[in-house]
């Protein structure tokens, strides 16, 4: 079970808004800021956002993160095809003194 | 281009050692904190263990303090990671990975550990 909580699946059409939650505690992000990363079938895992809401250049700015409290969100609007990936949050635990990771969401574009 | 590739991976008996290495190209090695992250078949990423750029600190997780240790050679830009004792339950991906403190950036490709008799 993993310490940050993400729905598993989200889908959308072509063209469409989507939004993926991240929920954590006052000891994760609720203290420290959140990066997200994105998996692509068969790949490694790449950087998305970090600080909350920092695009490394080359993400497009279809997609954003934002954080508020205890809780993080990833938006992707204009969905296309080849965002099809697992999205996964990430901070830092006061508590556990370590990274942390949500379970990660399946995005599916139907 | 900043590159990391990682090695050693493989097939290894329960109780068994096994050691990763990762191999850094493209950036000042020895200014960055390395850390390694692990993926088992089929579930999602958990943080393993982190060093600081001049070994002075080095982080693990619960679930491998004891059994794993993370070192570096930053004359030869490598990252290593030295697992004993090793479990099923370590059967994994193992990623290198650049950490900016908190964010990891970039991955390397990953090597396989598969613990089974």
């Known amino acids: 079970q993993s310490v940050l909580t993400q729905p598993p699946s989200a889908s959308g059409t072509p063209g469409q808004r989507v939004t993926i939650s991240c929920s954590g505690s006052?000891?994760?992000?609720?203290?420290?800021?959140v990066n997200w990363y994105q998996q692509l079938p068969g790949t490694a895992p790449k950087l998305l956002f970090y600080?909350?809401?920092q695009r490394p250049s080359g993400v497009p700015d279809r997609f954003s993160g934002s954080k508020s409290g205890t809780s993080a969100s990833l938006a992707i609007s204009g969905l296309q095809s080849e965002d099809e990936a697992d999205y996964y949050c990430a901070t830092w635990d006061d508590s556990l003194n370590g990274v942390v990771f949500g379970g990660g969401t399946k995005l599916t574009v139907l | 281009d900043v590159q990391l590739v990682e090695s050693g991976g493989g097939l290894v008996e329960p109780g068994g050692s096994l050691r990763l290495s990762c191999a850094a190209s493209g950036f000042i090695f020895r200014s960055h904190t390395m850390s390694w992250v692990r993926q088992a078949p089929g579930k999602g990423l958990e943080w393993v263990s982190s060093i600081t750029s001049s070994s002075s600190s080095t982080y693990h997780a619960d679930s491998v303090r004891g059994r794993f240790t993370i070192f570096r050679d930053n004359a030869k830009k490598s990252l290593y990671l030295h697992m004993n004792s090793l479990r099923a339950e370590d059967t994994a991906v193992y990623y290198c990975?650049?950490?900016?403190?908190?964010?990891?950036?970039?991955w390397g490709q990953g090597t396989l550990v598969i613990v089974s008799s």
């Open positions: 990975a650049r950490d900016l403190l908190p964010w990891f950036d970039p």
């Open positions: 600080s909350n809401n």
């Open positions: 006052s000891s994760n992000i609720g203290n420290n800021t």
